[in-house]
T-cell receptor
Framework: AQKVTQAQTEISVVEKEDVTLDCVYE???????LFWYKQPPSGELVFLIR??????QNEISGRYSWNFQKSTSSFNFTITASQVVDSAVYFC????????????FGRGTQLTVWP | NAGVTQTPKFRVLKTGQSMTLLCAQD?????MYWYRQDPGMGLRLIHY???????AKGEVPDGYNVSRLKKQNFLLGLESAAPSQTSVYFC??????????????FGPGTRLTVL
């Protein structure tokens, strides 16, 4: 069963548009972590953010912001004023409270930002 | 500080051949992981290690073996390669598995093709 669902397979926007990437996760644990990673066309995986289950405060980092809602098991990622360099595949992941550090990844959302 | 490095970057094998992928990290991380990434599938955990001399199976371990003889190195072996093992392989490491600093840092990946 899928543990992390990224329902949007592909999204295309024009530069300067705002875009939100959705992530819904499954867990029965009370303590767990959620992550977002970026995979640009060069292929490497870049860590963006970690959030633990007890911290529901939204986080903003420059043009990036994250909205964590336990009530809906969602951890959505918004890019404000998108740029061409934001074009990448974005993965949401969770450790589902694992004590062994295993990450469960969603299938990713391909974001294309057109000039 | 090179972070996580992988050798080789690309490899083509014939069915039945064997090979070893090498992962090295210079961050003194205790925990290391091997994932495979297939189109539309996200990343899936193959094997992982919670310390020198220890290994354990992940989500898709069949056809692979691993060894962690030194803390900084984690080797992934394919004894008899099959076309189904054509994939991009990522190694990752983390300082901890729960709590702060549990984000995983990834290597650049190895693209393996089995003919």
């Amino acid at each position: 069963a899928q543990k992390v669902t990224q329902a949007q397979t592909e999204i295309s926007v024009v530069e300067k548009e705002d875009v939100t990437l959705d992530c819904v996760y499954e867990t029965r644990d009370t303590t767990y972590y959620l992550f977002w990673y970026k995979q640009p066309p060069s292929g490497e995986l870049v860590f963006l953010i970690r959030r633990n289950s007890f911290d529901e405060q939204n986080e903003i980092s420059g043009r990036y912001s994250w909205n964590f809602q336990k009530s809906t098991s969602s951890f959505n990622f918004t890019i404000t004023a998108s740029q061409v360099v934001d074009s990448a595949v974005y993965f949401c992941a969770t450790d589902r409270g694992s004590t062994l550090g295993r990450l469960y990844f969603g299938r990713g959302t391909q974001l294309t930002v057109w000039p | 500080n090179a972070g996580v490095t992988q050798t080789p970057k690309f490899r083509v094998l014939k069915t039945g051949q064997s090979m070893t992928l090498l992962c090295a990290q210079d961050m003194n991380h205790e925990y290391m992981y091997w994932y495979r990434q297939d189109p539309g599938m996200g990343l899936r955990l193959i094997h992982y290690s919670v310390g020198e001399g220890t290994t354990a199976k992940g989500e898709v371990p069949d056809g692979y073996n691993v060894s962690r003889l030194k803390k900084q190195n984690f080797l992934l072996g394919l004894e008899s390669a099959a076309p189904s093992q054509t994939s991009v392989y990522f190694c990752a490491s983390s300082y901890s598995i729960s709590g702060p600093s549990n984000e995983q840092f990834f290597g650049p990946g190895t693209r393996l093709t089995v003919l």
